[in-house]
T-cell receptor, first 116, second 114 residues
Framework: NAGVTQTPKFRVLKTGQSMTLLCAQD?????MYWYRQDPGMGLRLIHYSVGEGTTAKGEVPDGYNVSRLKKQNFLLGLESAAPSQTSVYFC???????????????FGPGTRLTVT | AQSVTQLGSHVSVSEGALVLLRCNYSSSVPPYLFWYVQYPNQGLQLLLK??????LVKGINGFEAEFKKSETSFHLTKPSAHMSDAAEYFC????????????FGTGTRLQVTL
């Protein structure tokens, strides 16, 4: 099992350009998440999905859009990149919550994005 | 709203010394708590989790954490630090909603010296 994979690993954009980050998981997880990591701020949730075709906003959703057309994939889009979106982006997935238990999230290796 | 506070953004210990990384949470309901480790230029890896089964939780690489409700704490410890423990450590709490969203602390960078 590859677990959670992210494409690309690195990207440099100019202000105003657009791009899509791809996340794929092979664990048949229902839940998927996109986070951004900035120095001294930990990880902050951008958007998440509880199932195919369903997405929701997290803590910092402005400037981003997401889609989950297939259960195993979760795409994060930047329509018009800004320098404030320079960050490391992590995708994660987890099992569906049930029986009163919350399951851990599995993380991808990250995408380092620089917007100039 | 839930929150997590990690005291100390940087902690330095000598190899062989006790590791103590602090985490305090705020939650109106019994929480689920996690510790993750991040090695340089990598994603996050689960160290251990508390899901109300036992207050003392053992994780990978010799780490453990104790849930103390009276102190709203979930501190991470390891009896003897190794050079390979140098990394950033994150405490996180999940909400009670169906999405199991995580709220992370700001992280503690552990340095291990000879």
């Amino acid at each position: 099992n590859a677990g959670v994979t992210q494409t690309p690993k690195f990207r440099v954009l100019k202000t105003g350009q657009s791009m899509t980050l791809l996340c794929a998981q092979d664990m048949n997880h229902e839940y998927m998440y996109w986070y951004r990591q900035d120095p001294g701020m930990g990880l902050r949730l951008i958007h998440y999905s509880v199932g195919e075709g369903t997405t929701a906003k997290g803590e910092v959703p402005d400037g981003y859009n997401v889609s989950r057309l297939k259960k195993q994939n979760f795409l994060l889009g930047l329509e018009s990149a800004a320098p404030s979106q320079t960050s490391v982006y992590f995708c994660a997935s987890s099992r569906i919550r049930g029986g009163g238990l919350a399951y851990e999230q599995y993380f991808g290796p990250g995408t380092r994005l620089t917007v100039t | 709203a839930q929150s997590v506070t990690q005291l100390g953004s940087h902690v330095s210990v000598s190899e062989g010394a006790l590791v103590l990384l602090r985490c305090n949470y705020s939650s109106s309901v019994p929480p689920y708590l996690f510790w993750y480790v991040q090695y340089p230029n990598q994603g996050l890896q689960l160290l251990l989790k508390y899901t109300s089964a036992a207050t003392l939780v053992k994780g990978i690489n010799g780490f453990e954490a104790e849930f103390k409700k009276s102190e709203t704490s979930f501190h991470l410890t390891k009896p003897s630090a190794h050079m390979s423990d140098a990394a950033e450590y994150f405490c996180a709490v999940t909400d009670t909603g169906t999405a199991s969203k995580l709220t992370f602390g700001t992280g503690t960078r552990l340095q291990v010296t000879l």
